[in-house]
């Protein structure tokens, strides 16, 4: 089989030289970065990137021996015609790009997270991209990881009982952080959708009355799915997750290096304790490579990628509606958001 071609947009850290940053880090699986994914997999061959900065582009071909380099990423995909498009820009033009490269004929899409600053730029992603059936996946690297999936298929088989409470520990940003942790819960318990939200940026007197905010504040947040789960954010510990069910519970620790499960048990007449149930051991494995694997096996088996336009649109809503949460002092709201021009920068 041929391997896919991918083309480069934005040649800075989580294109090609983020894996340095993590090397001896349990947490991260290399390779981390989409060129690094390329270099070791026989289904992808990086054909192409486009940075505006020539020494992010000499950089570039130099570490990855890429000879077809652009300062226009129009003209990069016209005149490469690439399988896959990588967007791994900044956030504030991920959605014109998203929506730019489906429009000129991008196979399939990976977008750095968040997709965009506003519904209304991940509205026109989410329109470009699901009318023409692309596959589709971001840099939410955990619904990609294996130790990550072997949770989540354990409590969607049920090893947990009904999920009642999922929960995520770390202190974290809204847009650059959040987008991870309520696409992480909701991966973990199944995808169900976010029926709604409240939560609070930080500062708590954070003003947000014009409707725009260009930082990207701290935050934290409530959230219920249309499941009935309650979920929420911590803000305190290193990036773990707990799904807590009605038979038992499954937990990360020190942002996923580690796992581990409980499950109830009877514990005299009266009362049932939990007791540790050990997970199968697994080898961890590069999230970036499975997922931009992923890309190439669904474009050449014609079937959907792991997660679609249509998550990428909810996670950002659910971000969204936090910061819309705020600006009404707090209370809950509603999926779909009606504020659809709120608007908040990330990186
Ligand atoms: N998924 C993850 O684990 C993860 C990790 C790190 C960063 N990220 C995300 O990746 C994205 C990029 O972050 P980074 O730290 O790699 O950024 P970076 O600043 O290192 O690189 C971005 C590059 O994009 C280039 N660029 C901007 N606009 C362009 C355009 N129109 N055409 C061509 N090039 C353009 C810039 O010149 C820059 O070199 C961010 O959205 C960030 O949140 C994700």
Same mark, same amino acid.
């Given at each position: 089989?041929?391997? *896919?071609?991918?083309?480069?947009?934005? $040649?800075?850290?989580?294109?090609?030289?983020?894996?340095?940053?993590?090397?001896?880090?349990?947490?991260?699986?290399? !390779?981390?970065?989409?060129?690094?994914?390329?270099?070791?997999?026989?289904?992808? /061959?990086?054909?192409?990137?486009?940075?505006?900065?020539?020494?992010? &582009?000499? *950089?570039?071909?130099?570490?990855?021996?890429?000879?077809?380099?652009?300062?226009?990423?129009?003209?990069?995909?016209?005149?490469?015609?690439?399988?896959?498009?990588?967007?791994?820009?900044?956030?504030?033009?991920? *959605?014109?790009?998203?929506?730019?490269?489906? /429009?000129?004929?991008?196979?399939?899409?990976y977008c750095e997270k968040a997709i965009a600053c506003s519904m209304i730029e991940a509205d026109a992603v989410l329109q470009? #991209?699901?009318?023409?059936?692309?596959?589709?996946?971001?840099?939410?690297?955990?619904?990609?990881?294996? &130790?990550?999936?072997?949770?989540?298929?354990?409590?969607?088989?049920?090893?947990?009982?009904?999920?009642?409470?999922?929960?995520?520990?770390? !202190?974290?940003? $809204?847009?650059?952080?959040?987008?991870?942790?309520?696409?992480?819960?909701?991966?973990?318990?199944?995808?169900?959708?976010?029926?709604?939200?409240? %939560?609070?940026?930080?500062?708590?007197?954070?003003?947000?009355?014009?409707?725009?905010?260009?930082?990207? !504040?701290?935050?934290?947040?409530?959230?219920? @799915?249309? @499941?009935? #789960?309650?979920? @929420?954010?911590? *803000?305190?510990?290193?990036?773990?997750?707990?799904?807590?069910?009605?038979? %038992?519970?499954?937990?990360?620790?020190?942002?996923?290096?580690?796992?581990?499960?409980?499950?109830?048990?009877?514990?005299?007449?009266?009362?049932?304790?939990?007791?540790?149930? !050990?997970?199968?051991?697994?080898?961890p494995a590069s999230a970036t490579l499975r997922l931009m694997e992923d890309l190439a096996n669904a474009l050449a088996e014609?079937?959907?990628?792991?997660?679609? #336009?249509?998550?990428?649109?909810?996670?950002?809503?659910?971000?969204?509606?936090?910061?819309?949460?705020? &600006?009404?002092?707090?209370?809950?709201? /509603?999926?779909?958001? %009606?504020?659809?021009?709120?608007?908040?920068?990330?990186?």
């Amino acid at each position: 089989m041929q391997p *896919a071609r991918v083309a480069v947009i934005g $040649l800075g850290r989580m294109a090609g030289t983020i894996d340095d940053e993590v090397v001896g880090y349990p947490a991260i699986t290399l !390779p981390y970065s989409i060129a690094g994914a390329c270099a070791a997999s026989a289904r992808l /061959e990086l054909a192409a990137g486009c940075d505006l900065l020539p020494e992010k &582009r000499d *950089a570039f071909g130099r570490r990855w021996g890429v000879a077809a380099l652009y300062d226009d990423w129009r003209r990069m995909l016209a005149a490469e015609q690439p399988d896959i498009v990588a967007i791994c820009t900044r956030a504030d033009n991920h *959605a014109e790009l998203a929506v730019g490269a489906a /429009e000129l004929g991008a196979r399939a899409i990976y977008c750095e997270k968040a997709i965009a600053c506003s519904m209304i730029e991940a509205d026109a992603v989410l329109q470009a #991209v699901a009318s023409r059936s692309l596959p589709f996946n971001t840099g939410c690297l955990r619904r990609h990881d294996n &130790r990550y999936e072997q949770l989540r298929d354990l409590v969607t088989e049920g090893a947990v009982g009904r999920p009642q409470a999922a929960v995520h520990y770390a !202190p974290s940003s $809204l847009m650059h952080g959040h987008i991870h942790s309520i696409d992480t819960l909701l991966y973990l318990l199944g995808d169900p959708k976010v029926a709604r939200v409240r %939560g609070e940026l930080r500062p708590r007197d954070l003003d947000l009355t014009s409707n725009r905010l260009d930082a990207d !504040p701290s935050a934290v947040y409530e959230l219920e @799915t249309d @499941t009935g #789960v309650y979920a @929420t954010t911590v *803000a305190a510990g290193s990036w773990e997750f707990e799904v807590i069910g009605s038979e %038992g519970s499954v937990r990360t620790y020190a942002n996923g290096a580690e796992a581990g499960r409980r499950r109830s048990v009877p514990a005299g007449e009266r009362f049932t304790t939990t007791v540790a149930a !050990p997970l199968e051991p697994l080898v961890p494995a590069s999230a970036t490579l499975r997922l931009m694997e992923d890309l190439a096996n669904a474009l050449a088996e014609g079937r959907p990628s792991r997660e679609g #336009v249509e998550r990428a649109h909810h996670a950002t809503e659910a971000c969204l509606a936090v910061a819309e949460s705020h &600006r009404r002092g707090g209370e809950w709201v /509603e999926l779909p958001l %009606g504020n659809r021009e709120l608007y908040v920068w990330h990186v």
